[in-house]
Structures are given as C-alpha cells and as structure tokens.
C-alpha cells in the first residue's frame, strides 16, 4: 500500500491539478470560512506528498473537498478507519449509561449471528453484552429493534 502523502500525489496528478491549483482551491475555502487553516500552501502540500508530514484537519477536509473524494478514505490513508469505530468503542467502558451516536455514520457494521440470552431491549445495556462474541457491532441491531 502507498503511504498517504504518495497516494494524495498520485491522485493530485491523475487529476490533473498543479500544486499551484491547490493553493488556489485551498485559498477559496480558506476565505469562504475565514479560517487559513484551510489554506494549502504549495511548500506544505509538497511536505505532505514526499516528506510524511501530518496535515491538519482543516487542510485534509480541503483536499479531500479539491480531490472529490470522501474524507473518511483518506483518513484511512493515513491509519484512521472510521469503519473500527464500532469495535474500538468497547476498549473504554464509561462509567454511566448514556445515548450515543458514535456509530451512526460508520459505512459498514459486523452484526452478531446470536444473541445474548440475558439482553432485554426494554432495559439500558453494555451493547458489547448483547452480541455476544462480536461485541460493540451489535448497536446497529439494538438501533433496529427499537425502530
């Protein structure tokens, strides 16, 4: 797999942008939000490209705006799929019970194949209990059974 900074260059130039078209489209979003944050100079996106630096959010949202592409594959470029969201949430167990939407944007979610005897959709539970062996995956079923 090509490391992020080569995959946003070889997007860039199948496109058919200049580094130049960059710092221009970055400059719009930049002035439509009046945050330069946004802004992509050509030196940066260059650093970006061949020397692995990190952009921000702002300058990876303006890219992937520029690219037409959706913010959520180039955040996996760079090692942050969105789509582990699901099973990441059951590392942490806050200490209350509490409504989430952690899971409403994910693309894709493991279903369990059983249930948990024990679940009770009338009560509050640890959604990592109810799918038994697939853990946290299951909230878009409970999401299902409420509907």
């Known amino acids: 797999m090509l490391p992020a900074g080569k995959s946003l260059r070889t997007l860039r130039e199948k496109l058919g942008l200049t580094m130049r078209d960059i710092e221009l489209s970055s400059a719009r979003m930049a002035e439509k939000y009046r945050n330069e944050e946004f802004s992509i100079p050509p030196s940066r996106l260059s650093d970006i490209e061949t020397k692995g630096v990190l952009p921000s ?14 913010l959520r594959e180039l955040l996996a470029w760079y090692g942050v799929d969105l789509n582990n969201m699901a099973a990441d949430l059951g590392m942490i167990a806050p200490p209350r019970s509490h409504v989430s939407e952690a899971l409403s944007a994910l693309s894709s979610v ?12 009338h009560r509050t539970t640890n959604l990592g209990r109810i799918g038994g062996a697939m853990g946290v995956g299951a909230a878009l079923l409970s999401r299902s059974i409420r509907a």
Request: charge should be neutral; avoid cysteine.
């Open 110 to 121: 493991q279903v369990p194949i059983r249930m948990d005897p024990g679940f009770d959709e």
């Open 57 to 70: 959010i702002f300058r990876l949202y303006t890219l992937a705006v520029i690219y037409r592409r959706d």
